[in-house]
């Protein structure tokens, strides 16, 4: 069984930084592709990040240049660190990951970007 256990979050400012992590068991880490999304209030979830096995990323528009995903292959940590914060981007962010043919979500973790 794959476990994806969120740690960080939390309040913060416009123009804050954040960092998100996501600790993963049950699985080969090092060869599968990891994502983040988030959800919004009255929103569908989005796909926000993600990381291929060799360390390719690709962001959602909205993030470029302000967000930055990255994994740990020894720790089996993914991470998220969230600069320049904008009022949008408060939701509930989840790391994720496809193993064996099936989707494994994170538990959630509310990011609030607010003055």
Request: aromatic share 12%; hydrophobic share 30%; with cysteine.
């Amino acid at each position: 069984q794959v476990y994806l256990v969120q740690s960080g979050g939390g309040l913060v400012q416009p123009g804050g930084s954040l960092s998100l992590s996501c600790a993963a068991s049950g699985m080969n880490f090092r060869l599968f592709p990891l994502d983040w999304y988030r959800r919004a209030p009255g929103n569908e979830r989005e796909f926000v990040a993600r990381i291929t096995s060799s360390g390719d990323t690709n962001y959602t528009d909205s993030v470029k240049g302000r967000f930055t995903i990255s994994r740990d292959n020894v720790r089996n940590t993914l991470y998220l660190r969230m600069n320049s914060l904008k009022p949008e981007d408060t939701a509930v962010y989840y790391c994720h990951t496809k193993y064996r043919n099936r989707d494994f979500w994170g538990q959630g973790t509310q990011v609030t970007v607010s003055s």
